[in-house]
Each structure stands twice: as C-alpha cells, then as structure tokens.
C-alpha cells in the first residue's frame, strides 16, 4: 500500500491507495469538500469539549497543536454497509367517508389514502477514516489532564477540588 503525503490549506494530509480510487466517485467528492472537512473538526471539537470548564477546555487547545504534530491525519477511505429505512407502500389503502348534507339530499365525499410500511435497505458507501484520530484524542486527553494538574491541581481543571500547594 502507497502512502501519500500532501500539504491542503495548510494541514498535512495523508492518502493510502485505495482511496485515491474512490477520489473519482461523486458521494467521495463530497465527503472530501473543504465545508465537509470543516463540519468533521467542529464536530470533533464539539465532541472533545462536551460539557467541560473552560480551563479543561483551553488545556486541551494548548495540547491540540502537539497531538496534530505526533498524531497527522491520515485519511483512509472505506467502504461501509449501513441501513437506510424508507416508507414504501404497501399496497393498501385507508378511507374516510363523510357524509354532507346539500339542501334536500346527502352527498358522501370519500377519501382514501395509500398506507405505508417501513422498509430497511442496506446501503454501501465510501467514507474517509482518520487513522490516527483514536490515538490522537488519547493522547490530547492525557496531555490536557497533565497540563491541568500542573495549573490547577487535579486532572479535571476543577478550581473548586484545587489543591493548594
């Protein structure tokens, strides 16, 4: 397997070769466009941050640079099987008939409409794997939990259990 390493706006990119491949497919395309990229890091942001205090959270902006440096990305395309469910119908149908009275007689104004049922289909698709992001976040953790203990005193950046030295 080829490994390619490549410099895109700045972040240092690498490609293993099966993904090339699947640069030439349009479903690929999109999931490599720079709003996509950018919708990955907010949400891996979001998912770092979570509910944290902003001395946990500015620990982990000061380790994030040096995660990136022993940690790049390298993105491996792959192909995954997930279900998508989609109401279909089913054949049938359900009425309503109401009755309207016009003067000296009764009008019935029926209405039916066709039922549905859910129906679960398996769908492969491309998606780009960051290789190194399990041992990236590991890291940045311990990194922010050590900054932590030297700034504050404790591994959660929790001024209120500080101990004082």
């Known amino acids: 397997m080829l490994i390619w390493q490549f410099k895109h706006h700045g ?18 395309r999109r999931l490599t466009s720079r709003p ?27 380790c994030e640079p040096e995660a990136h440096r022993i940690f790049p990305v390298v993105l491996q395309s792959q192909r995954v099987t997930e279900p998508v ?5 089913d054949g ?21 409409v066709p039922t549905f049922t859910t129906q679960t ?14 041992e990236r976040g590991i890291w940045l953790e311990r990194c922010a939990q050590q ?10 950046c929790d001024k209120d259990t500080a101990t004082t030295k």
């Open 11 to 28: 972040t240092n990119i690498m490609i293993s070769t099966p993904m090339v491949a699947a640069f030439t497919r349009p479903v690929h």
């Open 36 to 62: 996509w990229q950018i919708a990955q890091a907010v949400s891996l942001l979001l998912l770092l941050s979570g509910c944290a205090n902003p001395l946990l959270r500015q620990a982990r902006t000061d």
């Open 121 to 134: 289909r398996w769908v492969e698709r491309w998606v780009n794997v960051d290789l190194n992001a399990k």
């Open 92 to 112: 049938g149908q359900h009425c309503t008939s109401e009755s309207v009275r016009q003067g000296d007689r009764s009008v019935t104004n029926t209405r039916c």
């Open 85 to 89: 469910t989609a109401q279909v119908p």
């Open 147 to 156: 900054l932590c203990v030297e700034r504050v005193g404790n591994p959660q």
